[in-house]
């Protein structure tokens, strides 16, 4: 065994029994004390999967154990008894070749993507043991023993692989599976039930024999959970996997076996969610588990559920309004109209998982039902390998076949039928028999020859159907058509060729990667279902979540994930609810919590894209996951600048990314640009890569954005931030933030700058506490001081917050320039709170902090301060004089950019708008309206929105002073226009804060 073949059966073991002793360790594996050093180094140091006990035993931490006391005989938990041993315990020995060869396909594409560490799945584990294997065995000698214990294992590995799974492990008396790794399956849990179920359901007839030939009571024990995993590597020589639990994932399947009475099955709350529906369920109520912090609810599987088809469940759940569509229900309509006369069609609906093929058709049947028989019939992701699926149901559905019918029953029934029919078609009933499973054993068909008898099998079903179409119109459904087996696509194709003049409308559907075979037939059709459009995609949005105008921003959030395919969108409200943000109520849903930051894909939705991209060959999908890294759009030159391929090589793996629908071209300048089509396809394969994978990928993102746009870095500054910030880069991200922050400052967008400084800021935390550290927080508090008085209001906390922070880093920095806009800062602060005091000392501190750098820029400022402060104090004469001399110093060209620095505004249009005010408190009523006029004059030609608005305001007043109303009509209409498209200024306009009463009582006495 090589090393990390012995590391992974050391965790598994580990999370089995919670601890083994070093000397147990090295007894099981023939180890030696350097092989064991390793060992711990491996899972103590670096997995921190373990820790070590008084230098003998290893405590297994990586998650909830199922036992942290050593194992007693009767548990079913222990060391694989020698005598049980007796299989081949590598995987190569059980695997069916078929899986085998697919698994190596899938090791082989991990290899060729270098992904020495693997990637993340998400899987259903599966543990099912022998309950009290010890005890059954106690007497018996090993070779009878094994006679017991080998067949069990062989009928529990049996099941795994029927469903396409992989068993990773035989413990001796139980077996460990997985679902969804190697190979993909989008109903990964689905498959690990079905083979659960199969798995007790055969060793209960095991267990018979055992019973009446030995007297011995067999039973099993299975337990199941959905989680994550990463696979890291598969051996090719013995199939033997690598890999880690992320979490519980598996411990916690682990967990549900032992919970499990003999003979039941037991999956958690996560695997019961996935699959309700499908199975029977009865709840074992809440379990604590060691472990994990809050009680689980826990399922017992009881069967079969009623319900076949998502849509099933979903309509179960209550099916949303119905939107859009009309064309292609149309079209189907007229399919159907020529049907009716005699003209039998065929119409073929394609496109994605999920965009609603299922849904139309349930809705087309709604409106045709009258007069005619209508047969459904579907094939499951794991039917290709069971012949006849399909058609077996679409026969029970047309007899009216029912579990409770017993043999007998059932032959009456489709006796009846078909000789009521038609007594023609008495030759026929053989081959029905047969198929359904019927048919007596000493019956002729047994011993055709099965090409004959399978020919003869899809006559005999043609010519029923084609039979019955003569008394009444056939509505025949196939749905699902991609994941047909070969039989019932051998049966499609003859009865294709008999439709065209039967009353028989046959309507099929499938996703994109089948090719359907009626292409060049007249009566045949295929309609494409796209996503639906922006306008159908936001009506079925108000039908998930009513029209509360509130809700506008979470379903834009939602409108931009899904692109219009009506299952994503529906899968994301579901695990908007679940996770406490939504509400919903007899009206619609009301949001209760901001949104999160990184939506949280729901595993349903996880499994049909995570499928998908699995199915892709290996090189493609190694691109998908760069192209996942790189962004949701990228131009050409970036992407080969990332990947470093010839382009002859790329090109036509992109053009394959494309045909696959996974990325599509968009016309750009002067280069063209592709973009996912979905941003959840990105995210899937996104968080399929390893964090350390992803780390490489976005730092060489980042440096050929840097080379490849070196002219126009600005343009990029927030993309470089993102890699950077992603790469681990923790400098370079801050640097690119602070910048990404400074350009929508200058547009005004400080919602989007607030975010980047923020950003940097948290950052800036994770990097050793320097001088130089000091420094870029100070200018960054600073930075970040400006948009949020805009959007927050000057007066609002966090302000204060803020500028407090940038003083004491003022501090810690000795006499620091940057002193004065934080006390400018505070000052605006204390000013709108209406705190004079504070204000003029913070004013006069400012003041002489200036004069003694003697510097213009900076006196400017303090003479507006304190000309305000002064102002609002009612000391009128000497306000004047102040604000007079700041506008003397001013220098539009050079302090242009002090409102970006102080408070938002232009620092001289506040001061004439204020002017103007003091002067018409001095009694000059002209000389007051020509310096508002100025301040107007002036912030239009600066066309600075906040600056704009504000002068507005106090213009308006000025004119309220003279009574001019229709002036103050037209101003304040302005300002609201201007004030609108800097949101944040309405919240200034309405601050609280502005409406205090010390700020009440400063207006009054001014206007005393
Ligand atoms: N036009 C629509 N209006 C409202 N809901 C829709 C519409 N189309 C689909 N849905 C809903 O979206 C969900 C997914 O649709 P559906 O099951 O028909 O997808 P599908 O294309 O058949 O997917 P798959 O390929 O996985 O079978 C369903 O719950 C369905 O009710
Ligand atoms: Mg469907």
Same mark, same amino acid.
């Given at each position: 065994m090589t090393f990390d073949e012995i590391l992974t059966r050391v965790i598994t073991l580990l999370q089995q029994e919670g601890r083994v002793s070093y000397r147990a360790l090295k007894i099981r594996f023939n180890l030696d004390d350097e092989y064991l050093e390793g060992l711990k180094d491996e899972l103590?140091? =670096?997995?921190?999967?373990a820790a070590n006990e008084r230098g003998k035993v290893l405590v297994w931490?990586?998650?909830?154990? $199922?036992?942290?006391t050593p194992q007693t005989p /009767? %548990?079913?938990?222990?060391?694989?008894d020698a005598r049980l041993q007796? $299989?081949?315990?590598?995987?190569v020995s059980y695997t069916p070749k078929h899986l085998a060869d697919r698994i190596l396909a899938e090791q082989a594409a991990m290899e060729a993507r270098a992904l020495p560490d693997g990637e993340r799945k998400t899987i259903t584990a599966l543990f099912a043991d022998i309950k009290g294997s010890m005890d059954l065995i106690e007497d018996l000698d090993p070779e009878e023993a094994r006679a017991i214990i080998d067949p069990t294992l062989k009928l529990m590995m049996d099941a795994v692989h029927r469903y /396409?799974?992989?068993? =990773? &492990? @035989?413990?001796g008396d139980g077996i460990f599976a997985f679902f969804g790794a190697p190979i993909a399956h989008e109903d990964h849990a689905h498959r690990a039930l079905y083979a659960a179920l199969r798995m007790q359901e055969e060793a209960k007839r095991h267990a018979e024999e055992l019973r009446r030939e030995k007297g011995l009571n067999l039973q099993l024990r299975v337990g199941l959970n959905t989680g994550e995993m990463v696979l890291r590597s598969i051996h090719k020589d013995d199939l033997h996997a690598d890999y880690l639990p992320v979490g519980h994932s598996t411990s916690l399947a682990a967990r549900m076996e032992s919970l499990a009475t003999p003979g039941s099955i037991v999956v958690s709350e996560h695997t019961h969610k996935l699959t309700e529906g499908y199975f029977e369920f009865k709840s074992l109520g809440e379990t604590r588990v060691k472990g994990v912090s809050e009680p689980i609810n826990i399922y017992e599987v009881l069967g079969v559920g009623s319900l076949q088809t998502r849509l099933q469940v979903a309509a179960r759940r209550g099916l949303v309004r119905f939107v859009g569509r009309q064309n292609e229900l149309e079209q189907i309509t007229q399919a159907w109209e020529r049907t009716r006369a005699g003209h039998g069609q065929i119409v073929g609906v394609v496109g994605e998982p999920g965009v609603g093929k299922s849904r139309l058709f349930y809705e087309f049947k709604l409106r045709a039902q009258k007069g005619c028989l209508v047969l459904e019939t579907f094939s499951v @992701?794991?039917? *290709?390998?069971?012949?006849?699926l399909p058609l077996i149901e679409l026969l029970k559905n047309y007899f009216q076949l029912? $579990? &409770?019918? /017993?043999e007998r029953k059932r032959r009456e029934k489709i006796t009846g039928k078909v000789l009521t029919l /038609?007594?023609?078609?008495?030759?026929i009933l053989p081959y029905l028999f047969f198929l359904l499973g019927?048919?007596?054993? +000493? @019956? @002729?068909l047994q011993q055709m020859d099965p090409q004959i008898r399978r020919q003869r099998t899809l006559e005999a079903i043609k010519r029923l159907l084609l039979r019955e179409s003569r008394n009444q119109p056939l509505l025949l459904i196939f749905e699902? $058509?991609?994941?047909?087996?070969a039989e019932t696509q051998a049966f499609l194709s003859l009865l294709g060729e008999s439709v065209? %003049?039967?009353?028989m409308l046959l309507l099929v559907n499938y996703r994109p990667e089948y090719q359907h075979q009626?292409?060049?037939? +007249?009566y045949s059709a295929q309609l494409r279902l796209d996503p639906l459009g922006q306008a159908e995609a936001s009506e079925l949005l108000t039908a998930l979540v009513?029209?509360? +105008? *509130?809700l506008q921003p979470l379903k834009q959030f939602i409108l931009e994930k899904t692109e219009g395919n009506p299952f994503f969108m529906e899968e994301i409200v579901q695990a908007l609810v679940e996770e406490g943000v939504l509400v919903r109520d007899a009206v619609g849903a009301h949001s209760v919590?901001?949104?999160?930051?990184?939506l949280h894909i729901p595993t349903t939705v996880q499994a049909v894209l995570a499928s998908r991209i699995d199915r892709l060959p290996v090189a493609e999908k190694e691109l998908l996951q760069t192209l996942a890294v790189i962004g949701k759009e990228f131009s050409f030159s970036l992407l080969k600048q990332v990947v470093n391929q010839p382009e002859d090589t790329l090109q036509p793996r992109l053009l394959r990314l494309q045909e696959a629908e996974f990325v599509y071209e968009q016309p750009a300048f002067p280069e063209i640009e592709y973009v996912f089509k979905h941003a959840l396809t990105q995210e899937v394969a996104y968080n399929s890569l390893l964090i350390e994978r992803r780390k490489v990928l976005h730092e060489r993102t980042a440096q050929a954005i840097e080379k490849v746009y070196s002219d126009k870095l600005e343009e990029h500054y927030s993309e470089l931030a993102h890699h950077y910030g992603h790469s681990g880069n923790t400098e370079k991200a801050v640097e690119y933030l602070r910048l990404a922050g400074r350009q929508p400052m200058q547009r005004s967008a400080n919602e989007e700058a607030i975010r980047h400084f923020t950003a940097a800021l948290q950052l800036l &935390? +994770?990097?050793?506490?320097?001088h130089e550290r000091i420094q870029q927080e100070l200018s960054l508090q600073i930075a970040l001081g400006v948009p949020l008085q805009a959007m927050r209001g000057s007066a609002a906390p966090e302000v204060e917050k803020v500028y407090a922070r940038a003083r004491e880093l003022c501090q810690q920095l000795g006499?620091?320039?940057?002193l004065v806009p934080v006390l400018a800062g505070l000052w605006v602060f204390y000013l709108l709170r209406g705190e004079l005091e504070i204000t003029h000392e913070l004013a006069e501190q400012i003041f002489t902090l200036a004069r003694d750098v003697e510097a213009p820029a900076l006196l400017l400022q303090a003479h507006r301060m304190i000309g305000i402060t002064l102002f609002w104090r009612g000391e009128l004469a000497a306000a004047k004089s102040h604000l007079e001399q700041a506008i003397t110093l001013y220098d539009p060209q050079q302090h242009r950019s002090h409102a970006f620095l102080y408070y938002g505004l232009d620092p001289v249009a506040v001061c004439l708008s204020i002017a103007g005010w003091t002067l018409w408190q001095l009694g000059y009523p002209d000389q007051s309206l020509t310096k508002s006029r100025e301040a107007l004059t002036l912030a239009q030609e600066l066309a600075h929105p906040p600056t704009l608005a504000f002068v507005h305001i106090f213009t308006a007043t000025t004119h309220r002073f003279r009574q001019e109303i229709q002036v103050v009509q037209e101003l304040i209409e302005q300002t609201i226009r201007i004030s609108r498209l800097i949101a944040g200024l309405m919240r200034y306009l309405n601050s609280s804060d502005l409406r205090g009463s010390k700020y009440r009582s400063a207006k009054t006495l001014i206007s005393r």
């Open positions: 103590i140091e =670096a997995k921190q999967l931490t990586g998650g909830l154990a $199922l036992s942290s /009767d %548990t079913g938990h222990r060391t694989p007796t $299989l081949d315990p590598r995987p /396409d799974g992989y068993v =990773a &492990q @035989s413990t @992701s794991h039917g *290709k390998a069971y012949a006849y029912t $579990l &409770q019918d /017993d /038609d007594r023609g078609l008495e030759d019927l048919a007596e054993p +000493t @019956s @002729s699902d $058509l991609h994941w047909l087996d065209a %003049t039967a009353r009626w292409g060049n037939k +007249t009513g029209d509360d +105008t *509130k919590r901001p949104l999160p930051a990184d &935390q +994770t990097l050793p506490e320097t006499d620091a320039p940057q």
